[in-house]
C-alpha cells in the first residue's frame, strides 16, 4: 500500500469486503505504533469487533466518526472535512473514508494531505465511480465470487496490471472462529430442544401418577 497517497477502492454495491482487503496492512501499522489510532470517516456498517481482532486489529485504537449532513452542504462535504482533520492529526496513521459522492476537487485535496503528512489514506467509493478521473496514484475495483476476492487493479504507478488477483475473503482464523461458533449455537440449540423435552416429559408423567 501506498504510504502519503491516496488509495482509492470501488466496491460493488451488495458486497462490504473492505475489510479483508485492507485489514492486514492495518494491524500491521498499528500493532506497530500501539498508541496510534486509525479514524473511520462514515463507514457504512458498525465494525463487527470479532472480525477486527482475529485480523490483529485493536478494537480501542480504531475511530468511528459520523458527520451530520448539514443542509444546503454538499453531499459528502462534511465526512471530507473531518478526513482532512483526522489526516493532519499526530496521533492518527492510517484514515479510512467512505465517500461515495466526494467531487474531484475534495479528492485532490485529501491526496495532497496524504502526501505531505506521510499517512494511510484508503477512500472507499462504490464501482460507478469508476468512470470518473481521480487523482488517486492506486485505484482497484473489488468483486465478491463465492469465499473468495477478486481484485482489479485499474490504475497504479508503474505498467498495467491486467490479471486479476485473488485473496482469500477471510483469514483463516477468522474462518475457523465462524465456524466454531456456529457449532456452539447448533449445540446450544440441541442441548435447549433436549432439555425442553426432557420438561414436557417430565410433567406428563407427573400428571399420570396416581395418589395413594
Not at 494531505?113 to 470518473?132: D, I, K, N, T, Y
Request: net charge positive.
Amino acid at each position: 500500500w501506498p504510504v502519503g497517497a491516496m488509495a482509492e477502492i470501488l466496491l460493488p454495491a451488495t458486497a462490504h469486503a473492505e475489510w479483508s482487503l485492507v485489514g492486514a496492512a492495518l494491524a500491521l501499522v498499528l500493532g506497530k505504533q500501539s498508541h496510534q489510532r486509525a479514524v473511520l470517516v462514515s463507514p457504512p456498517w458498525q465494525v463487527f469487533t470479532p472480525f477486527a481482532e482475529y485480523s490483529g486489529i485493536a478494537a480501542r485504537q480504531l475511530c468511528c466518526i459520523h458527520p451530520a449532513q448539514k443542509p444546503g452542504r454538499v453531499a459528502d462535504a462534511d465526512s471530507v472535512w473531518v478526513s482532512e482533520q483526522a489526516l493532519k492529526c499526530r496521533d492518527v496513521c492510517a484514515v479510512l473514508a467512505w465517500l461515495p459522492h466526494a467531487q474531484s476537487q475534495a479528492l485532490r485535496r485529501l491526496q495532497l494531505l496524504a502526501a505531505q503528512q506521510r499517512q494511510l489514506l484508503w477512500v472507499f467509493r462504490p464501482e460507478q465511480a469508476r468512470g470518473q478521473s481521480s487523482p488517486a496514484p492506486l485505484r482497484l475495483c473489488l468483486k465478491v465470487l463465492d469465499k473468495t476476492l477478486q481484485v482489479r487493479v485499474i490504475k497504479r504507478r508503474g505498467p498495467p496490471l491486467e490479471r486479476v488477483i485473488e485473496l482469500p475473503l477471510l483469514n483463516q482464523r477468522l474462518q475457523d472462529e465462524l465456524l466454531a461458533q456456529a457449532d456452539r449455537k447448533a449445540q446450544s440449540r440441541q442441548d435447549a430442544e433436549a432439555l425442553l423435552e426432557s420438561l414436557k416429559a417430565g410433567r406428563l408423567l407427573s400428571s399420570m401418577e396416581v395418589p395413594s
